[in-house]
RNA sequence: GUACCCGUAGCUCAGCGGAUAGAGCACCGGUCUUCGGAACCGGGUGCCGGGGGUUCAAAUCCCUCCGGGUACACCA
């Protein structure tokens, strides 16, 4: 059990002796530090109810409490603040469990459930650019965060490869090299032998044409029209149509596969809207013979507007008049995929903010047709846009996107220069230095995007990436790093850990209570959906840490005891540090 | 038009019911024979967009106004 929980036991009982709810005993950190270390509040809450006065409460609440190996002193102030200073044995005592513990302390859920990260992947054809940042650092975050408190999580990236998309990409690419046999609907493959196995085009060359065919579909109806009849084709099988889809499928996976491995992000499952089909028109049947949708305009359509709605809600379409599916259609489909086949309990789409009137229908239409059971959550973890200096979307000094690789290249070469003028590194190998460079830039692009609330907006700042100093990436690394040469320096000097004793200069208690608030930090975390919180958190670890170090001068220490004690508290500060940073998708090197 | 999000220090942003609102950057000064200076210490700044309300307590919850952004069946 944590520390704060410790201690809230001890206050619940405390109040429920005074008559009144358990709950009001609830412990928090001070926002006082230099008059305590923790604080309840419950005197001032409960007193109204129970008709008293808050700082009698709080008095007659400390007067039942009698426990001096835990507590220290109590005092109460202003209102009826319960202040509480804990004893130096207990912040020792749980920081060495901690050491000792493989799980820092941190106990696993209680219910393990099955949760689905759906980091809303990017669709087919395109390259990653910078707007793919977020989704992806920011699901990467809570899927190792759910993944560590003991969570059984899937991360799916959930690509946009079966809508509009592609039909326009095979308009586009009919219109580029009509003689391809993709488009002869006399070719049968069984007589003129099968579809070619390289691919017609490459990534890049669907990165180009995608933007292309956009336009066009805006400029002239026609275009938009045959692309909706490809897209519909395709959908009901056409051969020609699905072997193009399988080549441009297999390009953008390639492509995207190391842009993502470059950023250190890792899907469990390369699931899309595809995977879904063979659920799409057995699902759109049942639920118009239940009655739960119906036909409109000649589409097909899920009413989801209830009467006391504050807005009007459109419908969620689950058909086009012509009958070819959108993706309002797969992601229902893949609810009850996931439902039924990976039975999720927790479903997390992280997907841009913007997305949000969408999901609301989805949902609605899941809970409606009774394929989200109302115990499976559903959320959409929306983030905010990213926006260049002139608040509209980033674009290069050329115009153009900027793409995801070109932005990693940019920080690590940032890092690889920074290395240079501190020349501190200059005695390693060259592909150790490259190593060093790679992981310090992606820790500052990582911990620069991390770092906000995920749902404000995000102004792209290159020089605030590439900043080492201050409140980022690389300096938690170093504070991580120098912890590390401590280590080493006191393993050749023979000096090893002992048991952590209670602490005896303020830096040293200052990092201890910091170190203790782990369990809840990460709890808060998962709460809110919010890496920023671990971000923050990790901040605070590394700064106090900073001060103890200039402080508490390990290696000359000559109490050989303390000393000890010492090794063992950086040694905790560093596997946390080391948790945090993996939390955050961020790496440690051994030295920078 | 309707709904949602945002408005906090010069800049970028945390905090989202509790006591004196915090960080980083920038600016000024200091530390420096010691475990790595990508460091540490000190300096000061805020009508928390305005106005009402709820509460013992509001940057935080509710209402309203102003300013900015976003989204609103056959795109994803």
């Known amino acids: 059990m944590s520390l704060q929980s410790r201690l809230t036991a001890v206050f619940a009982r405390a109040f429920a002796a005074q008559g009144v709810d358990a709950s009001f005993g609830e412990v928090v950190v001070s926002q006082r530090p230099e008059l305590a270390d923790y604080q309840c509040n419950g005197a001032l809450a409960a007193a109204k109810g129970a008709g008293r006065n808050p700082r009698e409460l709080a008095e007659a609440v400390i007067g039942t409490v009698d426990e001096p190996t835990l507590i220290e002193s109590l005092e109460i102030a202003g209102p009826g603040f319960i202040n509480i200073v804990i004893t130096p044995d207990l912040l020792s005592e749980t920081v060495g469990e901690m050491a000792g513990s493989q799980r820092l302390g941190v106990e696993a859920v209680e219910h393990a459930e099955t949760v689905i990260v759906d980091y809303g992947g990017p669709n087919l054809s395109k390259a990653l650019h910078v707007g793919h940042l977020r989704a992806a650092v920011i699901g990467e975050s809570l899927k190792r965060l759910f993944r560590f408190v003991g969570h059984t999580t899937i991360g799916d ?40 196995s390289d691919s017609p085009v490459d990534l890049d060359d669907l990165s180009e044409m995608y933007p292309v065919i956009t336009q066009r579909c805006v400029d002239d109806p ?3 029209d045959r692309a909706r009849l490809a897209t519909l084709e395709l959908q009901n099988g056409r051969a020609g149509y699905v072997a193009l889809w399988r080549h441009f499928r297999n390009v953008s996976v390639a492509g995207q596969r190391s842009d993502f491995e470059a950023l250190d992000v890792e899907f469990d499952v390369w699931y899309g809207e595809s995977t879904v089909h063979d659920r799409l028109a057995p699902m759109v049947s049942r639920l118009l013979a239940s009655g739960e949708a119906r ?29 070819s599916y959108l993706y309002s259609t797969t992601d229902l489909a893949t609810i009850e995929m996931r439902v039924e086949e990976l039975e999720a309990d927790v479903m997390l789409y992280v997907v841009d903010a913007r997305q949000g009137l969408h999901f609301e229908q989805v949902f609605r239409a899941a809970r409606k047709t009774g394929i989200a059971p109302p115990e499976v959550g559903l959320e959409h973890i929306g983030f905010g846009t990213v926006n260049g200096p002139d608040g509209t979307p980033f674009k290069t000094r050329e115009g153009g ?36 460079a790679r992981q310090v830039g992606l820790a500052a692009l990582k911990f620069g995007d991390l770092c906000n609330h995920r749902t404000s907006n995000y102004t792209f700042d290159l020089d605030r990436f590439v900043a080492f100093e201050g409140k980022t990436g690389p300096y938690l690394q170093y504070s991580a790093v120098r912890i590390k040469s401590i280590l080493r320096r006191a393993a050749e000097a023979g000096i090893s850990s002992g048991v952590i004793i209670p602490p005896s200069v303020e830096a040293e208690r200052g990092l201890m209570l910091r170190l203790v608030r782990l369990p809840e930090v990460l709890a808060r975390a998962v709460n809110l959906r919010a890496p920023n919180v671990i971000a923050e958190y990790a901040y605070e670890v590394a700064t106090d840490f900073s001060r103890f170090y200039e402080k508490c001068h390990i290696l000359n220490e000559t109490d050989t005891q303390r000393q000890a004690s010492w090794l063992a508290l950086v040694e905790v500060t560093l596997k946390v540090l080391d948790l945090l940073l993996d939390l955050l998708g961020i790496e440690i090197p051994d030295r920078m």
């Not at 326009?168 to 070719?187: A, K, M, S």
Request: no cysteine.
């Open 222 to 224: 026609a275009v938009a």
């Open 157 to 196: 990236i959930h690509m946009g490869d079966w809508g509009m998309p592609i039909g326009q990409l095979i308009v586009e690419l009919e219109d580029r090299q009509p003689g391809l046999p993709y488009f002869d609907p006399e070719y049968d493959e069984s007589v003129d032998g099968p579809y070619p």
């Open 401 to 436: 996107v900027l793409r995801l690789g070109d932005l990693i290249d940019l920080v690590t070469e940032g890092a690889r220069s920074k290395l240079d003028e501190a020349n501190i590194a200059e005695g390693y190998p060259p592909e150790e230095r490259e190593e060093i």
């Open 295 to 323: 036909e409109s305009e000649g589409a097909v359509i899920v009413d989801v507007a209830e009467p006391d709605d504050a807005k009007e809600l459109p419908p969620l379409l689950l058909t086009r008049s012509d009958g």
